[in-house]
């Protein structure tokens, strides 16, 4: 029989798409440590996202990257492995880190998880995905582009902080997304208002939180981006994103 070291070596070489097969013939604990030292693998050499966070309609919730079927994502990143309660915590890039929720007011799209690749066409859309909500969850929470007094923006303004810490758990309680939703800068009391999370406003949660990226503030970016010039109803800043190991592990299961 092979030595430990040696057979933990030789699994983390394995493709991430094998791993739900090994976890049918090896202990879970010696997987979990064979896809720890994968997963540090592909981040030292490959330095590419693992997941994507996608809105199923951009024209609800829209972010950096788009395709012909109407989606858009933000690819996300690894940052830490949490081991001992089986989560796998994900990051955006400083420069991609935001959607913008446009003014609808009839939502049907989703935010889900699925496995990052870069592009979407037809059969990557036939992917294994994970619902992590509505995107009406998050638009409601927010008040119209344009509104008065009669439709309640004014109260969201003056009862909300404005910058507002948003935690969404799934149904199934496999994935956690830490956000901050901010208005548009139609009702943005003070567009310059921003502020570090430090790591004592970090500590405490449930499950802990790895450290965000340095540098990184909690601020609404320009009303002006790349991919449109129209403002917004406001902006979801993501903080970052936790899997559960099974949940990450069907994302890499072949359909």
Known sequence: MLPLEILLHILSLLPLPCFAS???VFPAAVVDEALRKALWIHQKNEGTPLIDLVSTNMYELAGPNTNEKNESWIPLYMTMIDMARRLIWLQPKPHQYFFKVEDAYVSHGKLIMRRSSGTRDKQQQQQPQHVLASLWDIRKQLPP???????????????????????????????????????????????????RLTAKQLHGHDPPRPALARGYIRRAPSSFTAWSARDPCGYVLVEQVALSVPAFIELFTKS
Do not use: N, W
């Open 145 to 195: 582009a344009r509104a008065g007094t009669f439709s309640g923006a004014s109260e969201f303004v003056r009862h909300r902080e404005q910058y507002q810490p948003l935690t969404i758990l799934d149904k199934q309680q496999q994935c956690l997304f830490d956000a901050c939703l901010t208005c548009g800068a139609g009702h943005r009391m003070d567009d310059s208002s921003s502020y």
């Open 22 to 24: 090994l976890y049918q």
